[in-house]
């Protein structure tokens, strides 16, 4: 354990000690997320809106630039082309319904996120 002043792990049963002996699992455990561990008072899972933010822009990026690939931006064959991503290109009705919903996620993730920090 890193912090001086931290309890250190003090199985109590038998059996939990025999385990500690043979497998130091529950020690493991206690260290890194026991009661040693210094987090902050106010700390929730609002504050995986963050991270979720993060990964929605991502999905978001990535997606985007597959289907950037494969659209014609032509007012004549644009619908075509969307056409053609949907039927013809490998799992392309997927990249098109997780883009438009990952659009959806990122913005009510992100408004979650924001509300948080007020």
């Given at each position: 354990m890193s912090f001086p002043w931290a309890k250190h792990y003090e199985?109590?049963?038998?059996?939990m000690r025999w385990l500690?002996?043979?497998?130091?699992?529950?020690r493991l455990v206690y260290n890194a997320v026991g009661a040693g561990y210094?987090?902050?008072?106010n700390l929730n899972y609002f504050w995986n809106f963050g991270v979720l933010a993060g990964l929605a822009l991502t999905l978001q990026i990535v997606t985007g630039i597959v289907l950037a690939m494969?659209?014609?931006?032509?007012?004549?064959i644009a619908f075509g082309s969307v056409e053609s991503i949907m039927r013809d290109v490998n799992a392309g009705w997927f990249l098109?319904?997780?883009?438009a919903n990952g659009a959806s996620?990122?913005?009510?993730?992100?408004?979650?996120?924001?509300a948080r920090g007020l």
């Open positions: 199985p109590k049963q038998p059996l500690d002996e043979k497998l130091p699992l529950p210094p987090v902050p008072r494969h659209y014609a931006a032509n007012a004549g098109r319904y997780a883009h996620m990122f913005l009510l993730v992100v408004y979650i996120h924001i």
